[in-house]
């Protein structure tokens, strides 16, 4: 009978490895696709104007051009995914609500670590070293929440641009 114990708690163990190896993979996921829907495709950002970050020009005119250091970094990071980026300007509200309702995938201005919007959309974690970016508080970008596989593939590239 202990043979028989023992061969059934093999039995289970590598089942349990398996099922939990077969989720593993999967992780992290994008319930709503995210990253999927925008490599290759089209990023559609919120800019929300805050010193050398994000600069707007042409507001007057109608023809807005987003210019800034995070408006570098996030075109850098749509080239590395091949992806198109529309730019949306907005007051940082504005561009939640914007996530919240799927209208945009990413929203960057002065946000940082220390942002109120943490409850109603993902965060990126702080980032304190990017290029160009001197801040009291380390700077984050805002996601759809639950987006993980986008959050992490952005918090990936923003590694590699990071001086630290």
Avoid: K
């Amino acid at each position: 009978m202990d043979g028989t114990r023992r061969i059934i708690a093999a039995l289970a163990a590598i089942a349990l490895a398996g099922a939990i190896g077969g989720c593993a993979a999967d992780i992290p996921v994008d319930p709503d696709g995210t990253y999927d829907r925008v490599a290759g495709g089209e990023l559609r950002v919120g800019a929300s104007p805050d010193g050398e970050l994000v600069t707007v020009d042409g507001a007057t005119s109608g023809a807005e051009r987003v210019d800034g250091v995070l408006v570098d970094l996030v075109e850098d990071f749509a080239e590395s995914i091949d992806a198109d980026v529309t730019w949306t300007v907005g007051s940082e509200e504005s561009l939640v609500v914007a996530i919240e309702e799927g209208s945009l995938d990413l929203a960057i201005g002065g946000m940082t670590d220390q942002t109120p919007w943490a409850d109603r959309v993902g965060v990126t974690r702080g980032f304190a070293e990017l290029p160009g970016v001197e801040r009291e508080h380390p700077v984050v970008m805002l996601a759809p929440l639950g987006e993980n596989r986008f959050i992490g593939e952005l918090e990936r590239f923003l590694d590699e641009r990071s001086a630290g």
